[in-house]
């Protein structure tokens, strides 16, 4: 009897195959005393809200790797077109090549249709493309423009689903942001006080999150005009050290100078010839 | 403070708590929700709360989850919100397809088998329960159930969301086949806010939709005028 085999393409997505061997070696290394490697997340505050003439997005500048800052300074708020701008919060490598991705098609699609790109169809790129990952693409993200249609800011989450409002904070530190929105937002205001809120909103996430640190980038987005304000606020700038352990010369007084010139021979001379052709 | 990873039965997700790192910036979003669709004579009275969660954490106060798929056709969305959208957007994209290809409105009936076959071959994977409602010039105003599991059916009056199970009693006795579209109107207020006042996943403000031969009539009934039912 012939056996029938039917030969299958690997299926597409993500291959779970190391999975369990990850798992017996988790346990094993916890077993030892040390700890698996973390993916780097940026811990982050992120936010966008829609004032009178556009969009401002904000975020921090800290990105950790378990319990230790990895990056005192990263840039979280990602160019997706001439016009449209998007936060990135969760997995650092996803929230980076996530928008890199949707960044490249959108350029390729408004070559195609010989129009500027809309935030609406950046906002689908994205959702479509993580609903279809099923959540394990860690990119929480703030996406925000200004297009024919007008302001536009959309909040999008790992899973897929994005909603459409005129304020919205992500990350760990978007309860600390939100409750700054919540008190202070109102509905078309002046460029200087939607700024001012943007950045205490983010001050807010900064100082009382752990996840979040450093400076606060803003991006402000208007019809035909970015200003990409990296840094806007360095909220926490290095200070400079009190004291030091180094003694200026003269601190201790000299008594008495002796000099004994040391007498070396030459043993052995060898010449090693380098290639400088 | 050290990083915990819980390891799970392999074909589970893995997740990892870290202190650094709330619960709820990594559960999945979802529209807790209470959702309600009531059939009258000339079209349908559609309503949803408007609260979308993450874990503990609102992520969203005001959604909109009267989703119209068609001039006269709307969905309730419950569920995963990610898998609720998802499969409204494949669905509005098949019924304008087939409408054009038709050159006529579409019919309710269509627009909820096409919610049906994605929720019954998925089934597995999804978390979607949804209410479809709306009015063609066949069958007037309809509502179907299409739940989680993919069943398909047709009713006069449905509830569905966390928050339905609260006020199954409310409907049950209050009712009655014949209602004008001021009375269901009435009826959809009451029953959402009272579901929304006992249910934590479901709360904000009450969105709700008459869909008739003339249009839909879309109306918001903010918290602080809601009817109030208890005395203290």
Known sequence: ?277 | MAVAATVAPFGQTISSQSDLVPDWTCREVSTGTTIMAVEFDGGVVIGADSRTTTGAYIANRVTDKLTPIHDRIFCCRSGSAADTQAIADVVTYQLGFHSIELDEPPLVETAANLFKASCYRYREELTAGIIVAGWDKRRGGQVYSVPIGGMLVRQPVSIGGSGSTYIYGFMDSNYKPGLTKEQCLELTAAALSLAMERDGSSGGVVRLAAISENGVERRVILGNQLPKFSTH
Do not use: W
């Open chain 1, 1 to 277: 009897m012939a056996t029938l085999s039917v030969c299958q393409p690997p299926p597409g997505g993500f291959s779970f195959d190391n999975c369990r061997r990850n798992a017996v070696l988790a346990g094993e290394v916890a077993a030892i005393g040390l700890g698996a490697p973390a993916a780097r997340k940026t811990g982050t505050t992120i936010c966008g809200i829609v004032f009178k003439d556009g969009i401002i997005l904000g975020a921090d500048t800290r990105a950790t790797e378990g319990m230790v800052v990895a990056d005192k300074n990263c840039s979280k708020i990602h160019y997706i077109s001439p016009n449209i701008y998007c936060c990135g919060a969760g997995t650092a490598a996803d929230t980076e090549m996530t928008t890199q991705i949707i960044s490249s098609n959108l350029e390729l699609h408004s070559l195609s249709t010989g129009r500027q790109p809309r935030v609406a169809t950046a906002n689908r790129m994205l959702k479509q493309m993580l609903f279809r990952y099923q959540g394990y693409i860690g990119a929480a993200l703030v996406l925000g423009g200004v297009d024919c249609n007008g302001p536009h800011l959309y909040s999008i989450y790992p899973h897929g689903s994005t909603d459409k409002l005129p304020y919205v904070t992500m990350g760990s530190g978007s309860l600390a942001a939100m409750a700054v929105f919540e008190d202070r937002y109102k509905p078309d205001m002046e460029e200087e006080d939607a700024k001012q809120l943007v950045r205490d909103a983010i001050a807010a996430g900064i100082f009382n999150d752990l996840g979040s640190g450093s400076n606060v980038d803003l991006c402000v987005i208007t019809k035909g005009k970015v200003d990409y304000l990296r840094p806007h606020d360095e909220a926490n700038k290095k200070g400079v050290r009190a004291g030091d352990y180094k003694y200026k010369r003269g601190t201790t007084a000299v008594l008495t100078k002796t000099v004994f010139p040391l007498k070396l021979e030459v043993v052995e001379e060898s010449i090693q010839t380098m290639d400088t052709s």
